[in-house]
């Protein structure tokens, strides 16, 4: 069965994986963020909102029965074992939706070249065999912090640094220039991912 080259697309916080994602959506790509993903999850499957609820008590919850995802961030960014509970609860779903969302694609009677997806924490999971292709985004750390909404040191510590993302991917791009620049850098993966489909 033809599938699509399935690409993941890695990096710290704040260095542009999302930026990268529209990219290759851009130029062809079916794209899939593992943030959509895992927000999906937290609004919609209800084991998931049952075992938070049973964890963390109607605190992370609004009126209107939503999740509050600043009120989680704030619970498990200061303790690193709620943390681990909760990428437990929803790695394996988010890694079972990707590769449902690929197969569909693949199932498709033109299939699409490419399916890419961001994965943040990527190697730290083991989850890099899922994958054909890694396209690691990196940026200078203060770039990176400057670039972003939240503090990133505390976050950061779960990341591989990233010499080394870049050292396994096979593609690797520092993030510190245009959107342009980005943009051609994704152009040219593209072709070639696309003479390889």
Sequence with gaps: MPRPVAVAITGGIGAGKSEALRSFARHGAAVVSSDEIVHRLLDED???????RERWGDRIFRDDGAV??????????????????????????????????????????????????????????????????????????????SRSAVATEDRERRFLPDEEKAGKADYAFVNDGSLDDLDAFVAGVM?????RA
């Design 68 to 145: 509050m995802r600043e009120a989680i961030g704030h619970i498990v960014f200061e303790d690193p074992a709620e943390l681990d509970w909760l990428e437990a609860l929803l790695h394996p779903r988010v890694a079972r939706e990707y590769m449902t969302w690929r197969a569909a694609l693949a199932r498709l009677p033109g299939p699409p070249a490419v399916a890419v997806t961001e994965v943040p924490l990527l190697y730290e999971v083991g989850g890099e065999r899922r994958f054909d292709v890694v396209v690691a985004i990196t940026a200078p750390a203060e770039l990176r912090a």
């Design 191 to 195: 072709d070639e991912l696309e003479a």
């Design 46 to 52: 209800e084991e998931v909102r049952s075992a938070l």
